[in-house]
């Protein structure tokens, strides 16, 4: 079996990660793609993060029915910071040995690396695979990084809230049940 974990605080889930996920099922020929929402993002400021469970909630109205796509509450249900290398080594133990566990990212994590806890053990249990727009300079990447270009996805998590916040339409850039969640539980009201 091969799985592909895509981490992160998806504040919100928008059109983007969806594209993300599903080009990683293809092009990586993964059984499944699993969302796993931080609890408390690691390297992220809190201060305009909505509660897990609304990004969670929102998670699941964006992948519905989805075929290879499912949402984990590991990260969320142990109500703490969890870092990375502990959701791959909680993956590896509930999947049979031979599971080939493929850790996705994008661009943005290239950068901080060295930074993360115990990368070293992260490559050795998973693949780490990093989903990049075409042209991204290689120079400084770590070997046991997989780059893998894909084009740009124009949305960002930031300008959605931004425009939540003023009511603006947001539609375009989440999927719609996400944008129904976001209007009728008033997230992001006071977003900057």
Known sequence: ??????GGTFNPVHNGHITLAMEAKLRLKLDKVI???????????????????DRLSMIEF??????GLEVSRYEI?????????????YFKDIYPDDTEIFFIAGED?????????????????SKFVVFSRPGLSRDNTRQEV???DMDEVHISSTDIRQRAAKGSPIEAMVPVRVADYISKNNLYKQAR
Do not use: C, Q
């Open 146 to 148: 997989e780059i893998i």
């Open 62 to 67: 964006a992948i519905g029915s989805s075929p």
């Open 77 to 89: 249900d142990k109500a703490e910071k969890v870092y990375s290398v502990d959701t791959i080594k």
């Open 109 to 125: 994590a290239l950068s901080g690396l060295d930074t993360w806890k115990d990368i070293d053990r992260i490559f050795a249990l």
């Open 35 to 53: 969302f796993i929402p931080a609890y408390i993002p690691v390297h992220k400021n809190a201060i305009e993060i909505v509660d897990a469970k």
């Open 1 to 6: 079996m091969r799985i592909g974990l895509l």
